[in-house]
């Protein structure tokens, strides 16, 4: 997947929506909950995660990899 800056994603599995706010400097898998982001206008089963033991995401807060450079916000929480 071609992350750009702006690029709205949406994890496949639950309801976390993510607005892209500096994209990677190399291609990355992207992923919540282990499983790869998709387009946010992408159809979505939402069938929840394996394992849903995590913090979850929370909306308006920048997550960050300081190896890939990506930084995304979060625009819908999830579990």
Do not use: F, Q, W
């Amino acid at each position: 997947m071609d992350i750009k800056a702006g690029s709205r994603l949406a994890c496949p599995e639950c309801s976390v929506e993510l607005v892209v706010v500096r994209p990677p400097n190399s291609p990355v898998a992207l992923t919540c909950g282990g499983v790869e982001v998709v387009d946010a206008a992408a159809d979505r089963p939402g069938g929840g995660h394996a394992d849903a033991s995590g913090d979850g995401t929370l909306v308006g807060k920048r997550y960050a990899d300081e190896d890939s450079g990506i930084e995304v916000l979060c625009a819908k929480p999830g579990p």
